[in-house]
């Protein structure tokens, strides 16, 4: 089970407890709820405690960052809390694509609001696009929440999807790759992703692919990724160990791309992500230790521990901490990025006239967008407990978004409040 994270009397963070523990708590009155997500609860007499090492690690992604928290203790170490991050990157950059149509459009309208700017503005540098920023804010947030409502000391996240370094020269660290192991099996990835899983010979999909090397080994080829190509069994069974140039005679075309895509390093492999990047070095701010990993590591650890594929499972298994960890939380703490709602108090209609306005208020009857609240509906179609997100409105009949889907208009008196809305949607 996912553990419940706890704060003493000063709101320090202590080490998260097991649910049952948490339960027996909160009914002695010996603590209160905190927060509801994640549930934290805070206890109302203790000051201090013996506190163990835990690490946040993070799973980058496009559209879902996993975070993990991972402790160490006697018994080595232990999943106790995870959580899948989901972006609105696209949901961004869908924003401004109309904010810049709308601006544009009134600017042609040869009124004298809004003159076009010039041109002359440049980028700072290491600016990243307000969709890729919002992925390194979003995940800042959750590090930094997790550093203060847990005794955590220590951050280890996914940087690069291929550890190229290691690839080339496996001597320089960790046993798995002195006995070539995991350096077996990252290069495999890295070949299957620059080779596009297709055989090099034949152009097959879909069929199992083996390692090729282009100049066979037995006549001094070498082991590194120049040399190395993914063929299927009949290709690699029918090449042998025969140099390509005699097996390729009679396709000189072939030989020639070949020979130029083997020499071509995988270019979105190497470089590092900006945005990983620009997270990583934010994370280096706090102060903390930051291990980083390889995806190709974090595709290793799992596999070899045979868990399934779930972001927040990636996030345990990131980078050389991530070989030996025990995972027994069942769900996930699933956070979505909501935003805080917009600020366009004139609504337009589909060719770009203003034809709606919106009220300046956000909270109505005490309720804001975004609030998780419980209604208990004693009557009607919506009779019953309902738990979500709330949508509110002028009228006092409120939508709510939950599990089982959405309800409309319940009215403002039966709803109640469990966490205020903070640009996160919960489940
Ligand atoms: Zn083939």
């Avoid at 000063?10 to 010996?30: F, I, Q, T, V, Y």
């Avoid at 990636?314 to 600020?343: F, Q, T, W, Y």
């Avoid at 909270?363 to 975004?370: I, L, S």
Wanted: contains cysteine.
């Amino acid at each position: 089970m996912s553990r419940v994270l706890v704060l003493d009397t000063n709101k320090r963070p202590l080490m998260p407890c097991h649910p049952a523990r948490a339960r027996e708590l909160l009914s002695a009155g010996k603590a209160a709820v905190w927060r509801r997500y994640p549930f934290t609860i805070i206890l109302k007499e203790r000051i201090g405690g013996d506190v163990q090492s835990i690490q946040i690690k993070l799973d980058p992604g496009s559209k879902t960052t996993g975070i993990a928290l991972v402790m160490e203790g006697k018994r080595g170490k232990k999943c106790i809390w995870g959580a899948e991050l989901q972006h609105r990157g696209i949901a961004i950059k869908m924003k401004l694509v109309a904010r810049r149509s709308l601006r544009s459009f009134r600017r042609n309208r040869t009124l004298r609001s809004r003159p076009a700017r010039f041109l002359n503005r440049t980028k700072p540098k290491g600016w990243l696009a307000p969709s890729l920023l919002h992925r390194v804010l979003t995940v800042d947030t959750w590090v930094r929440r997790l550093a203060t409502w847990t005794p955590a000391n220590a951050i280890s996240m996914e940087l690069v999807r291929f550890d190229m370094q290691q690839m080339e020269n496996p001597e320089i660290s960790g046993a798995e790759y002195q006995q070539g192991q995991l350096a077996g099996y990252e290069v495999r990835e890295y070949l299957l992703e620059k080779w596009e899983r297709t055989c090099a010979y034949c152009n097959a999909k879909g069929v199992p692919l083996q390692i090729e090397h282009i100049h066979p080994k037995s006549k001094g080829g070498s082991n590194r990724i120049s040399n190395l190509c993914v063929a299927c069994e009949t290709c690699n069974q029918k090449k042998g160990s025969r140099d390509i140039s005699e097996f390729l005679a009679k396709k000189p075309e072939l030989l020639q791309k070949i020979l130029a895509q083997a020499k071509r390093p995988f270019r979105d492999a190497a470089a590092v992500n900006s945005t990983r990047w620009k997270l990583y070095e934010t994370l280096k701010s706090y102060g903390f230790p930051v291990e980083i990993g390889s995806g190709g590591r974090t595709k290793f650890n799992r596999r070899s521990q045979r868990y399934s594929k779930a972001h927040w499972i990636d996030a345990a298994c990131v980078g050389e901490s991530g070989g030996n960890v025990s995972i027994s939380i069942l769900r996930p703490l699933l956070i979505k990025c909501m935003g805080h709602g917009n600020r366009q108090a004139c609504k337009t209609d589909a060719f770009g006239f203003p034809n709606k306005w919106r009220t300046r208020t956000k909270v109505f009857r005490g309720f804001q967008t975004g609030d998780m609240v419980r209604a208990d509906v004693p009557t009607g179609k919506n009779a019953g407990r309902h738990v979500g997100r709330i949508s509110v409105r002028a009228t006092g009949k409120f939508a709510l978004a939950t599990l089982g889907g959405k309800r409309d208009g319940i009215n403002w008196k039966y709803f109640r409040i469990i966490q205020k809305q903070d640009g996160y949607g919960y489940s």
